[in-house]
């Protein structure tokens, strides 16, 4: 409850004062290309958990499977876990949280939502 009420009184400061909502956004894509035609693996769904954003791609060397990429607030929502040679190094900023690849709200702070799927083009299952 006292949690509830922190980001109430931030969100109502926040907006208070002018201040834009501003959100850690996963990467669109990843660096694992499916094909020259269809280009790189796309976010497919995110989770975040108190201030990890977990960021999910379908993965082509292994089908049906997804890569885990995971940032965290140290050093500037940097990758904190997952593949460095598919992930990106560093989360994105969006500063109006849309569209749906924002997990956490940095103006409150704290997560959007506990789960987002995305499913966008190159964001499927690849079979």
Known sequence: ????????????????TGVSAECEACPNCDYENISIQQGDACLNYWTCSGDT?????PSVANPGTYNACAYGPANDWALISGPSEICFP??????????????????????????????ENNSGLLK
Do not use: H, Q, W
């Open 53 to 57: 954003i977990t960021c999910y791609y």
């Open 90 to 119: 560093y989360a994105g900023i969006n500063s109006k949280c849309e569209p749906g690849n924002d997990p956490y709200n940095l103006g409150i702070p704290g997560c959007t939502a506990s789960y987002g799927l995305v499913d």
């Open 1 to 16: 409850m006292v949690r509830f009420v922190l980001a109430a009184v931030s969100l109502l400061l926040a907006l208070g």
